[in-house]
């Protein structure tokens, strides 16, 4: 069996694959069964743009700064960790999902199991079509909150617990059946930033569970219509949406 973890390069996810790894022979893997591929994250110019000329709280930049030295930490201290499991699994490094490369890339390697681990590409069809079940982890309520950084909107929304969610990935953006969820607490005293890394905790738990549900479980996955909660599907946020959320708390 082949199983393909889709990531980008983030030193925080990068940090909670090596522990996931650590945990997949309780299910009778192998880390040589598992497939990385990793692309650059996506550059949004306007984004950056909107974000340079907006003047932020103390609080934003402030966390700016301890993001930045917990990366450069975190780096350090996984190096060797990271180097072992490019050694015992196989690491593809990708330009974009949806690229051609990409696209044959998949068909040769025929991967059984897909996870695609806050990614921040839309996939079409034609690469879900390259692997033979495909999955997604959302770090956010389903189906209240599809869409891009949930985090945010939650935190706008005074959520007080969210979900990581992992479910079955589709064409449409974040509305195929739920596999597992598991819960992390939204912390006020924290910013965007650092509940986004707090949320990255709950990944190797789901990814775990939510495995042995796929390998092994006969019961079906919860459809989305199935909960008495409306549907609402949320917009990339602004600076200014963001910029909000350091003002509450």
């Not at 598992?34 to 932020?56: A, G, S």
């Not at 495909?134 to 005074?158: D, E, K």
């Not at 939510?210 to 989305?224: D, S």
Request: hydrophobic share 40%.
């Amino acid at each position: 069996m082949k199983i393909g973890l889709f990531i980008v390069d983030d030193i925080f996810i990068k940090d909670q694959i090596i522990v996931f790894l650590n945990l997949v022979s309780s299910l009778g893997l192998d880390i040589r069964d598992f497939h990385i591929f990793i692309k650059q994250p996506r550059k949004n110019n306007r984004l950056t743009n909107e974000y340079r000329d907006i003047r932020f709280p103390a609080k934003y930049y402030i966390e700016k700064i301890q993001i930045l030295i917990m990366r450069k930490m975190l780096t350090t201290k996984l190096a060797s960790r990271w180097v072992r499991i490019s050694n015992e699994s196989t690491i593809h490094q990708i330009d974009s999902i949806n690229s051609s490369t990409t696209v044959t890339l998949l068909s040769e390697q025929e991967i059984d199991i897909g996870f695609f681990i806050n990614f921040d590409e839309i996939v079409k069809n034609d690469t879900l079509l390259k692997i033979k079940r495909t999955f997604n982890l959302h770090n956010g309520l389903l189906p209240n909150y599809r869409g891009c950084q949930p985090i945010v909107w939650q935190m706008l929304n005074n959520e007080k617990i969210s979900l990581m969610t992992l479910h079955v990935m589709t064409t449409s953006i974040d509305d195929g059946d739920i596999v597992f969820e598991c819960p992390f607490n939204i912390n006020y005293k924290k910013g965007v930033f650092l509940n986004n890394v707090q949320s990255f905790k709950s990944i190797p738990s789901t990814l775990i569970f939510g495995l042995r549900k796929i390998l092994y479980c006969t019961a079906p996955f919860t459809r989305q219509d199935q909960y008495k909660i409306q549907t609402q599907y949320f917009k990339r946020p602004s600076a200014q949406d963001t910029r909000k959320v350091y003002f509450k708390g």
